[in-house]
């Protein structure tokens, strides 16, 4: 009787744990995530100061960036920087082979992902042949953000603050259903 109890058991983690699970990404294969980070750069080209930028409407700037991989996103990230500096401030952005007036250094210290857990869940990834991040919700908080952040130098003299934009979509998981809670359009 008991074996048949724990059985019964097992089998209902099993059916549990396949409602209450969910996918780990680890890179932008996904259009929430692609959202995610987009928005979030977005907004943070939209929070550049005016004070910085203002003065410097109808001259060039040479932009050089720096991230921790020379990558899509890091070349997103600074198209979409150069079409704000372009439209709202009115400065012609140039490469870096063309004569310029000012020079503006960035550095991204963020651009990406960032995924968390919060409340009460029973982890199941002990169990022999269970994947390690299988686990049972009881009741939490299941956070997923886009987060951009950067810093800059303009003209090696001006350094700014750092400047974040974290664009989220969480859900609230119970045993059985996840609700999401998202800031996404």
Do not use: W
Not at 39 to 53: G, N, V
Not at 118 to 136: C, H, K
Not at 173 to 178: A, D, Q, V
Request: charged share 20%; aromatic share 8%.
């Amino acid at each position: 009787m008991a074996l048949a109890r724990l059985a019964g058991l097992i089998l209902l983690i099993i059916v549990l744990t396949a409602c209450g699970s969910r996918q780990v990404q680890d890179s932008l294969v996904g259009s929430t995530a692609q959202r995610l980070v987009s928005y979030a750069i977005d907004d943070l080209a939209r929070s550049l100061p005016e004070s910085d930028f203002a003065p410097l409407s109808g001259q060039r700037l040479r932009i050089e960036s720096h991230f921790l991989e020379n990558g899509d996103l890091r070349a997103y990230a600074d198209q979409r920087l150069a079409m704000e500096l372009s439209s709202r401030f009115g400065i012609e952005v140039v490469d870096g082979l063309m004569p310029a007036d000012h020079s503006l250094v960035v550095f991204y210290t963020s651009l990406g992902t960032d995924q968390d857990h919060l409340g009460f869940f029973l982890p199941l990834g002990f169990v022999p042949g269970v994947d390690e991040t299988v686990r049972i919700n009881l009741i939490t908080l299941e956070q997923f953000h886009g987060i951009a952040e950067m810093y800059y130098y303009l003209d090696q003299d001006l350094r700014s603050d750092i400047l974040q934009s974290r664009k989220r979509t969480d859900a609230l998981g119970l045993p059985i259903i996840t609700i999401p809670l998202s800031t996404l359009p």
